[in-house]
């Protein structure tokens, strides 16, 4: 059948996750830093998520889809909540809907940590830890992308928030690593133009992504493919993901 359904721009898609939490359908997810409908049917087709949306990816187009599944999406959001182990809310499509989340981006939401304090009492002093910093500046807006020491460098690229939420960031990750840092969030522009200068113009041995768990972080990620891909070529990549309460969540 034709009928409207939201269509998402994935060049326009910042991975803030805004829309996610707009939807009460569960009809959209984040896949790697990109928002996504999962399913037709998932969708009413009403927009719920357009207006929580900063950049205007996403729209309503009329095409042919199936038709919008209510016990669908009930048994979705019961699997969901199944998952998670969290009661998700009652979905009402064609009743009132609730007012959408206007918290923010998930990766905004505030809340606290708790912490236990180690029991063990150490015999003397930790000795005083060093910076494993290599060079200065470290932002990726300020960095030169012909200084020298990135010819033959093992290159982290790290968002900001890692640095305070994983404990050991210096010795586990800067160790004899040129570390460049920004936030795909608050910071202007697109990363991956610079970049592509800087793995195109050196002698990158290496690039490590250290990111947060949270959606928005994904666009660091997607800079660097981007970068990867448009350098020209065969840099060894990886990505470290590390949770709000300072674990890694995959390695």
Known sequence: MKRNIIKI????CNGCGLCVNAC???ALVMENGKAKLISDSYCDGLGNCLPE???NAITIEEREADAFDEELVKEHMEKKASESGRPQPAVHAHTAPQPPFHGGCPGSRAMAIKRSPSEAVPASPAPQLTSELMQWPCQ????????PYFDNCDLLIAADCTAFAYANFHKDFMKNRITIIGCPKLDEGDYSEKLTAILANNNINSVKILRMEV???GGIVNAVKTA???SGKMIPWSIVVVGTDGEIRQN
């Open 9 to 12: 721009d994935e060049e326009k």
């Open 24 to 26: 009460h359908e569960g």
């Open 53 to 55: 949306c900063p950049t």
């Open 140 to 147: 990726i807006k300020l960095v030169p992308v012909n200084a």
């Open 215 to 217: 959606p928005c972080c």
């Open 228 to 230: 990867l891909i448009q």
